[in-house]
């Protein structure tokens, strides 16, 4: 099975700073990665897929990079919106499996 | 608009069963895999278990294998999950999750709301 490991676990950040976010595949998963938000209470949101792809709605100070086994999210400009928790998540193949996750936490 | 909705959650004693359906609508449901997600409470995600669309394929993770099972009415655009032999660390919060179809590329795409299974005496 695919592991996948994020780092850090938590982030302090301030409004308007350049944050990265970055997750390991246990082995290559070509580009078959998605970013997903969850904010506390609330179902997760998709954010990038393939990658590096952008949902539909989602603001573009959010980008995704990588292949094969190391991949990151940037975040621009971190807005209010933005302090959640990040998951990366594969899927490589029928199962899926998501990162620990990344809590981005006010500065 | 896509809209997925979760309801059969609630309390269960240990080694107890229980059956979670997921209602779609908003989109062509027989074309796509569909997933559940877990997340126990404080803890992250964990995807369970994904079925394709004619439902003849499923993948899950090793933990609830042989006690989970999923499936699907196309007819009916549900999703379901029995869940048998019901453990404390089966507690949280399920998701259904629209997963993956040929001409989207994307997986976990839309999520319900949840619904929560609390596993206890």
């Known amino acids: 099975d695919v592991q996948m490991t994020q780092s850090p676990s938590t982030l302090s950040a301030s409004v308007g700073d350049r944050v990265t976010i970055t997750c390991r595949a246990s082995?290559?998963?070509?580009?078959?990665l998605a970013w997903h938000q969850q904010k506390p209470g609330k179902a997760p949101k998709l954010l990038i897929y393939k990658a590096s792809s952008l949902e539909s709605g989602v603001p573009s100070r959010f980008s995704g990079s990588g292949s094969g086994t190391e991949f990151t999210l940037t975040i621009s400009s971190l807005q209010p919106d933005d302090f959640a928790t990040y998951y990366c998540?594969?899927?490589?193949?029928?199962?899926?499996?998501f990162g620990q996750g990344t809590k981005v936490e006010i500065k | 608009e896509v809209q997925l909705v979760e309801s059969g959650g609630g309390l269960v004693q240990p080694g107890g069963s229980l059956k979670l359906s997921c209602a779609a609508s908003?989109?062509?449901?027989?074309?796509?895999?569909m997933s559940w997600v877990r997340q126990a409470p404080g803890k992250g995600l964990e995807w369970v278990v994904n079925l394709n669309p004619d439902g003849s394929e499923e993948s899950c993770v090793d933990s609830v294998k042989g006690r989970f099972s999923i499936s699907r009415d196309n007819a009916k655009d549900s999703l379901y999950l029995q869940m048998t032999s019901l453990r404390a660390e089966d507690t949280g919060v399920y998701y259904c999750?629209?997963?993956?179809?040929?001409?989207?590329?994307?997986?976990?795409?839309?999520w319900g709301q949840g619904t929560l299974v609390t596993v206890s005496s």
């Open positions: 998540q594969h899927y490589n193949g029928n199962s899926r499996t």
């Open positions: 908003g989109f062509t449901f027989s074309n796509h895999w």
């Open positions: 082995q290559s998963i070509r580009t078959w």
């Open positions: 999750a629209r997963d993956w179809s040929d001409s989207s590329g994307r997986s976990l795409d839309n």
